[in-house]
Structures are given as structure tokens and as C-alpha cells.
């Protein structure tokens, strides 16, 4: 972790973890809440407003804006709702596990502070069931705040998970959390209107939520110092892949993405080379390591490139990669994770996945990397969610940074990196769900022709 | 199950506004209770608790990865094999357990102790490569860690 950066997520932790209520409040902890507590909600959004904080999930919203979308009590009199995402399963993403590991109290006191702001009395944690451990560490430290009489009236339900990435997605999480099959509504209704229980709701992330008691204590207007002015604060990136320490560090917006790698993640491993970066999760357009000179991590400098922030989580790729493969496990894990509920996204991650089998295979020609761009085209933005937007992005920025790759193995009849491959005999999960095992009729392999 | 599952899933329900929100933690609790899967009976069982039709619940089990409507071993070995696992070895862990075990990923071991499976992103990317031990991740596993993990689940 550089040493230089104030910590705010993590801000008193040293390294550890502040599970303990006592600990907490020796670093300042809870104080956040009780100025809050003498301000009204509005005062509260003005502050989150002034230090434009945005979503941590990956969408960049602008956090103090969600909350002026739920109206007030007296104008739609039902109850209010703070919905908080901790369904973290963006691949290359692990930050909000650490954060609910390490701060949880911290992230409790911004639910309640959150709460406030929208008038809600009523907050529900949408955990990934994966996550065990951290989940049984929420409820310890929810025990504690409750035995210290610090929720006031307000209820918070730690609501577990069962393994479905498309539940990050705001909606399907709230169907998932009403005790649906977690698949995407249409919008609008935006759930600021009619949200969980068809209720005023706001759908945070668990960082957003963690970093609004030191905005509070600080001031909007300080934390807005940090880091670039369409960016501001701190943002905890999730590194991974081939780096020599990959980890979580907290450092602020702005922070070169080439030092992130060769300084803080300490180069890349095994004295290989990098290839390769995707620079926030799964679903953002990959760079070559040529690109990554002069990137900042942030908003604008991300988006410039082509590319996206997302949710920070830089996965550093070496020379060992076959990117063909990595556009097959890539595609795969979207395939797998399509809800299903709309059909370009549900057939047109099949249907890349078995193009891309067939061209790493060295049994593909230039009509099937045409073909596996048209079917990316033709599922952007016919979805009433982004996961189908977000994997064709994604291979499809594959095919368009290393389009020599993609040819040699139509050229060579084989992967050029056979043997070689860093990805080499990779499996995605086999399930043993029933769903997955249907009749032959329906789960016949489509035959692509080219 | 009996009773006292009914009255616990009687008491999920009463968290949420509205008790259909139940239906995860109650199916999660069914699962505990039948050995880590759900049979047709413990999904009829479910179902009553809840107010629900057996159909409605198996709808929901099949949805999610976490749920298993066939027998899985008294433990459960799921290798991350995503992206930045895979980059990191997942592959060697993958075959260390299926050499180890004796069995290919998805199957269970003949004396019904071990099912291997390889998941989707387990969210411990960083602490590569990820292995969710009967839900309890171990990190940094490598082929080498393997027989050790073997061995502790035999004992």
C-alpha cells in the first residue's frame, strides 16, 4: 500500500481491521452519525452533492443526486428504502469484500446515515452468498451497534445471496430481494420511484455507502480535493492477474494506471512482460500495455482510452496469454450468467462463446470473426440490462486490439500459443443444475454458419 | 426437517415486509438442513413453510448457483477457474484435485465425501487462485496446497 495517500475508506485501520464498536470510536467512529443526526436529509445531500461522490459500483453515478431522485415522505407516503449492493461479482472486483472485512462498522454507520438522507427507516444489505464470512462479520458488528443503542429506529437486514452475478444489477437484485428470480425490470420505473416493494428506494454500493461518514465529518468540500474534479476521492482498486503483490489499495482518483502496476502491484510477475490490461472489471474494453503510458484512473482519462473505470478492478495481463482464450472464458462467464430473460443477450453470448471455441480451435475463417462482431452489434443496447452490452464491449475490444491474433490462428489452422498459453485447459464451471442439463431439444449447440 | 424448521422459516419471513423475501434464506436453510442439496421433498417442505407451490420454489433453485437440486458429497470443493484465477494457475489447482480425488470436476467422490465443481469469480481475485472449501474460501491455493486440503477433508 503507498504510503504517501490518506486513507479514507480505510482510514484508521493501519493495515487491519476495526471490527471491534470500541475500536471503532477510538479512531472516530460513530461521530459521522451524530453530526448527521442534527442535520436534516437535505443538508446531508448537500453535502454528498458538494463532494461529488459517485457510484462506486461501476455506473459512476453521481451519489448525492441519486438521493434527491427519492421523493419525500409527504409526497409518496409509503416506506422508504435503502438497498445496499454488496453482490460483488464483477470478475477482477474484491474490494467491498475487504471493505466489509476490515471497516464494517464504518460501512454500517453510512447505511444509517444513507437511511437519514432518504428518510428511510428501513435498509437492506444484499450480500453475495458467497461471501460467508463477511456476512457473519456484518451481523457481528450490526449486534454491536445494536446493543449500543446506535440504530435509533432504524431496521438493518443483512439478506444473503445465492449466486447469480446478474443480481449487481440494481433491479434484478431488488426482484432477488422480493424473492424473485433475479432478472432485470424494465426502467423506467427508476427504483427511485418504485424500487424494492414498489417503494421509494436508493440502490447503493457498499464503497459509496463506506465513504459517506468521512464526507461527513469532513466536508464535501474537502473530500472534492482530492483526486481529479470530475473524480474526486479516493477509490480502493482491486488489482489482480500477473502482478508481483496484487491486493487492494486505496489511493486516490487520478493515480497513473502504469504506477499502480509497476510500483504499488510491484511489476509484473515471473520477470514476464505485460500484454495486456482490462482496467475496471470484466465488462471494460481492454488495453494493450503500450495504451496504458499517460492513463490516469479515472473517469475521463478511462474514458478517453475507450475504456472504463468501472469498478476499478485492474486485472494486469502477461505475455503468456492467449487473448482468443481469454475472449472464450470471457464470453463464457456471460453466457453462464445471462439471466435469460432477454434473447439477444441469452443466444448472443452462446453464440460468441462458440465462435470464439471454434476460432481458438483453428477451425474458424475471417466470415466468423465478421460474424462474432455482427452478433456483439446486433445485442448492444437491445437489452433491458448492460451485462449482453458489456461482454460484447468486451470481445469485441479483444478483436480490435489484437486482431493479429485472432488471424493467426484462422491463418495457422491452431492457436499460435499452444502449449504456451497462460489460459491453456481452462474450465468454466460445469453445473449440475438440472436447468443447465435440459432436454437435448433445447440445449442442442446451435450450429454456426458462417 | 420437522417443526422447528417451520417455525424458524415463520420467523424469516417475519423480517421482510413482505414473507415472499423468504424465500432465499428459507431455501438456504432447507439446503443445510438435507446435506447441501434440495431434494423434492425438502422443497415441498419449503414450499408449505412458505406459502408457496414446490414449483415456485424449485423455479428459484435453479436460478441461483448456490442451490443444488441433485446430491452433492458431505463437502464441497469449488475452484474459481475466472479470469484472474485461471491467470494465476487455477488449471493446475483444478487438476491437482482431480487427481487427488479421483474424480472429474462436477462429479462427487464414490464414497459420496467430496463433489468438485469449478465456480464463476468467487470475488478474491487479488488472492489467487480462490477455493471455497464447504463455502469457506481458502486463498492463494496452489497445485502443491492440494493434497493437504485432500488429506483435512478425509479426516
Avoid at chain 1, 447505511?111 to 427507516?121: F, V, Y
Wanted: charged share 20%.
Amino acid at each position: 500500500m503507498s504510503t504517501t495517500t490518506p486513507e479514507i475508506v480505510f482510514a484508521g485501520t493501519e493495515g487491519g481491521a476495526l471490527t471491534e464498536l470500541a475500536d471503532y470510536e477510538a479512531v472516530g467512529g460513530l461521530s459521522a452519525l451524530r453530526r448527521a443526526l442534527g442535520m436534516t436529509p437535505d443538508e446531508i445531500i448537500a453535502e454528498l452533492n458538494a463532494s461529488n461522490l459517485r457510484g462506486r459500483g461501476g455506473a459512476f453515478f453521481p451519489t448525492g443526486r441519486k438521493w434527491s431522485f427519492v421523493p419525500k415522505p409527504d409526497q409518496v407516503p409509503k416506506p422508504h428504502y435503502l438497498v445496499v449492493n454488496a453482490d460483488e461479482s464483477e470478475p477482477g472486483t474484491f474490494k467491498d469484500r475487504e471493505i466489509m472485512l476490515r471497516v464494517p462498522l464504518r460501512f454500517l454507520e453510512g447505511c444509517l446515515i444513507a437511511a437519514r438522507a432518504i428518510e428511510s427507516t428501513h435498509v437492506f444489505v444484499y450480500i453475495r452468498g458467497e461471501y460467508e464470512r463477511e456476512y457473519e462479520i456484518l451481523v457481528a458488528a450490526l449486534e454491536q451497534l445494536r446493543k449500543g443503542k446506535h440504530l435509533g429506529g432504524t431496521t438493518i437486514v443483512v439478506h444473503r445471496g445465492a449466486g447469480a452475478y446478474i443480481c449487481g444489477e440494481e433491479t434484478a437484485l431488488l426482484e432477488s430481494l422480493e424473492g424473485k428470480r433475479g432478472q432485470p425490470r424494465t426502467k423506467p420505473p427508476f427504483p427511485a420511484i418504485a424500487g424494492l416493494y414498489a417503494s421509494p428506494t436508493a440502490v447503493n454500493n457498499v464503497e459509496s455507502i463506506t465513504t459517506v461518514p468521512p464526507i461527513i465529518e469532513m466536508g464535501g468540500a474537502e473530500y472534492a480535493k482530492v483526486g481529479p474534479e470530475s473524480s474526486t476521492g479516493t477509490r480502493v482498486f482491486s488489482l489482480s492477474g500477473n502482478v508481483v503483490r496484487p491486493g487492494n489499495y486505496e489511493l486516490p482518483h487520478g493515480y497513473p494506471l502504469r504506477d499502480l502496476i509497476y510500483e504499488v502491484g510491484g511489476g509484473i510477475a515471473d520477470g514476464r512482460s505485460l500484454k495486456a490490461v482490462i482496467p475496471g472489471g470484466s465488462s471494460t474494453a481492454i488495453l494493450t500495455a503500450a495504451e496504458i503510458d499517460g492513463l490516469t484512473l479515472d473517469y475521463d482519462s478511462l474514458a478517453q482510452a475507450g475504456t472504463a473505470i468501472g469498478s476499478a478492478a485492474v486485472v494486469a495481463i502477461d505475455d503468456r496469454c492467449c487473448i482468443v482464450q481469454l475472449g472464450v472464458r470471457i464470453s463464457q462467464f456471460y453466457e453462464h450468467e445471462s439471466c435469460g430473460k432477454c434473447t439477444p443477450c441469452r443466444v448472443g453470448t452462446r453464440w460468441t462463446t462458440q465462435i470464439l471455441k471454434k476460432l481458438e480451435a483453428g477451425e474458424g475463417s475471417q466470415a466468423d470473426l465478421d460474424l462474432l462482431l455482427d452478433v456483439g452489434e446486433k445485442v448492444n443496447g437491445t437489452c433491458l440490462c448492460p451485462l449482453g452490452d458489456t461482454a460484447m464491449i468486451a470481445i469485441a475490444s479483444y478483436v480490435a486490439k489484437f486482431r493479429e491474433e485472432f488471424l493467426a490462428h484462422i491463418e495457422e489452422g491452431g492457436c499460435p500459443f499452444h502449449g504456451t498459453s497462460s489460459l491453456e485447459g481452462i474450465v468454466a464451471p460445469t453445473d449440475v443444475h438440472e436447468a443447465h442439463h435440459g432436454p437435448a431439444a433445447i440445449h442442442r449447440p446451435l450450429e454456426v454458419v458462417a | 426437517m420437522s417443526a422447528t424448521f417451520y417455525d424458524e422459516v415463520q420467523t424469516l419471513r417475519k423480517r421482510y415486509p413482505d414473507p415472499l423475501s423468504a424465500v432465499l434464506p428459507a431455501l438456504q436453510l432447507a439446503q443445510e438442513r438435507n446435506g447441501g442439496w434440495l431434494s423434492e421433498a425438502t422443497l415441498r417442505e419449503a414450499a408449505d413453510a412458505l406459502d408457496l407451490t414446490p414449483a415456485y420454489c424449485l423455479s428459484i433453485a435453479s436460478f441461483y448457483d448456490m442451490f443444488h437440486t441433485e446430491p452433492v458429497g458431505t463437502h464441497l470443493v469449488e475452484v474459481c477457474t475466472n479470469v484472474s484465477c485461471a491467470l494465476s494457475g487455477a488449471q493446475d489447482v483444478v487438476d491437482a484435485f482431480e487427481r487427488s480425488l479421483g474424480i472429474e470436476v462436477g462429479g462427487t467422490t464414490e464414497d459420496g465425501s467430496v463433489t468438485l465443481r469449478t465456480v464463476e469469480c468467487l470475488g478474491g481475485c487479488g488472492w489467487a487462485t480462490v477455493v471455497a472449501v464447504d463455502n469457506r474460501h481458502r486463498l492463494h491455493v496452489r497445485a502443491g496446497d492440494v493434497a493437504g486440503i485432500v488429506a483435512e477433508l478425509g479426516e
